[in-house]
């Protein structure tokens, strides 16, 4: 094997990792503040994707509008499910919000179902850079996975100073270390548990959008959400960062795996990883890394 196709292997295997990364932030977001694992995360991620395809081919918004309004949808979506439907199971057991995410998951997927021209093609977003290359010597990249990669650093950067730098960031990340605190510090748990949901639509939706270049956009481009769990869980699903690195290193071991072993094996790898990795760091790399220092 030579080193440039290790190299491109690499980069596409962080590029796909940073979607794995992507929607496993979603998944630790809302966990964090709610202490819910949301089961229809990929179907956001779907939805996201279909909705800016439908405002730009069907309404006829210019794409990067549409692709704003896809997620801004995305994000208002979050926030009335919470309000509408997911408030209802607090005090109940874990279960029952668990099934109730489920449950509308099936209905976002059943909504864009009797859509006809959603399930009988694939379609794809008319990105300029999908399909160009950037060459380094005789080093081949996709410009789709370099925009993926850039793109998912800029959103965790973001993020990162949302978090640091801001009142509603700080109220999120107080209310997920401690709600009844963040309570008597006048903190609305609700708002934040409302916020909390709409966040984690809107990363899904941007996580679609960016899946969209690599994959098309299809009914099932939503089961990614199937290997971007695992990506959380090894995360610690209370680490950000963690999340984001448990993607990357999915990512990456999934497409060696598809380079070095027989096809097909590299879809068992990421569980593999998952049932390994917690045996040796129960509680995530996050919380393994932080014992170790």
Not at 39 to 57: I, P, T, V
Not at 110 to 139: D, I, K, N, Q, Y
Not at 165 to 190: D, H, K, Y
């Amino acid at each position: 094997m030579s080193t440039l196709v290790l190299v491109q292997v690499l980069t596409s295997g962080i590029a796909v990792g940073c979607i794995y990364g992507l929607v496993a932030l979603s998944f630790v977001l809302i966990y964090k503040a709610t202490e819910t694992v949301s089961f229809m995360q990929g179907e956001l991620l779907m939805l996201g994707a279909f909705a800016a395809l439908a405002l730009h081919q069907g309404a006829g918004w210019p794409l990067p509008l549409a692709m704003g309004g896809a997620v801004a949808g995305l994000v208002l979506l979050g926030a009335l499910l919470e309000r509408g439907v997911l408030r209802r199971a607090l005090g109940q057991p874990h279960l029952t919000a668990l099934l109730l995410t489920f449950g509308l998951g099936l209905m976002l997927r059943g909504a864009v179902a009797s859509v006809p021209a959603a399930t009988h093609s694939m379609h794809r977003l008319p990105l300029a850079f999908v399909g160009e290359t950037l060459e380094v010597g005789g080093l081949v990249l996709a410009a789709e996975h370099l925009v993926v990669i850039g793109a998912t650093a800029a959103l965790a950067a973001l993020l990162t100073l949302f978090f640091r730098r801001t009142r509603a960031g700080l109220a999120l990340r107080a209310c997920s270390e401690n709600a009844t605190v963040a309570a008597l510090m006048g903190v609305s748990v609700e708002g934040m548990h409302t916020f909390a949901w709409a966040l984690g639509a809107g990363v899904a939706a941007v996580a679609g959008l960016l899946l969209a270049p690599v994959t098309f956009v299809h009914l099932n481009m939503g089961l990614v959400a199937l290997k971007a769990f695992p990506a959380a869980v090894l995360g610690g699903m209370t680490s950000l960062p963690g999340a984001l690195a448990g993607g990357v290193f999915l990512g990456v071991a999934e497409s060696l795996a598809g380079l070095m072993l027989p096809e097909g094996v590299k879809d068992v790898v990421p569980y593999v990883l998952l049932m390994g990795g917690l045996l040796v760091f129960p509680d995530g790399f996050a919380a393994g890394w932080r014992g170790r220092r």
